[in-house]
């Protein structure tokens, strides 16, 4: 099994996850704040449904390879999240199920010799299409955790955090110049030890940061504030938000 494949039935699973656990909300609970700062739940679950458009986008794009944007712009993509997010549970749910077997359908149809296709995400970045379930399935597992109902970091599948782990490290945090030398150990000795961020200036030793894969996670992509890590040579450092 690729990969890619693996990643997209990911996904299925952890969709069929978060809509259960939102069958068990009401309208009244929608409106209540999610972990997400100016976000209702309600914003949460709108956003959800977009983004699985959004990715359906880019993989017709790698399929045809005839030019689909994520979004329109960011403003008509912040508009449809503000006018979908105070809409009834029912109309969530549906929204969220029908835009997923949409996302579903276009992961299936992507021939294999489309994956290295590169297309552009929100922000610039290029990926190649064989990256887009994970993507997607950080979505949808982070987002469940950022609805504040009981699904926290320490509950997401252990090869997701991993996955999401090594996708951080690698590419968003690595040689950022407002991120410190980072070496991450989640075992004892050097057995299990991974360094990101900017590279260390001579004479300049890298800031140890200790704990399981998924307190790293968490602390790594602002959900926790570091509880359950250690910091021997300093204090846990602030990152900036991953935006």
């Not at 997923?100 to 970045?125: N, Q």
């Not at 399935?137 to 609805?147: P, S, T, Y």
Request: aromatic share 4%; net charge negative; with cysteine.
């Amino acid at each position: 099994m690729t990969d890619y494949v693996r990643d997209a039935l990911a996904v299925q699973e952890a969709t069929d996850r978060l809509l259960t656990a939102v069958a068990a909300l009401d309208d009244a609970s929608l409106a209540s704040p999610s972990e997400l700062p100016g976000w209702t739940r309600g914003h949460v679950l709108a956003h959800l449904a977009r983004n699985a458009d959004a990715l359906v986008n880019l993989l017709t794009w790698a399929r045809t390879g005839q030019e689909t944007p994520m979004y329109a712009d960011a403003r008509t993509r912040d508009a449809e999240i503000r006018r979908d997010a105070a809409r009834p549970l029912a109309v969530h749910l549906d929204d969220l199920r029908t835009s997923a077997t949409r996302f579903d359908a276009a992961a299936t149809a992507l021939p294999p010799e489309c994956l290295p296709y590169e297309v552009t995400l929100r922000g610039g970045v290029r990926e190649p299409a064989a990256g887009l379930p994970l993507r997607r399935l950080a979505e949808v597992e982070l987002h469940h955790v950022d609805l504040g109902i009981g699904y926290t970091v320490a509950d997401l599948p252990a090869t997701f955090v991993e996955s999401q782990l090594t996708l951080l490290i690698r590419t968003r945090f690595a040689g950022r110049p407002d991120i410190p030398p980072l070496r991450l150990a989640t075992g004892p000795g050097d057995g299990d030890v991974r360094h990101t961020g900017r590279p260390a200036a001579p004479g300049e030793s890298p800031v140890t940061v200790t704990g399981s894969p998924a307190a790293l996670l968490g602390w790594l992509t602002g959900r926790t504030d570091g509880s359950g890590l250690s910091c021997p040579n300093g204090s846990l450092p602030v990152l900036p938000a991953l935006g």
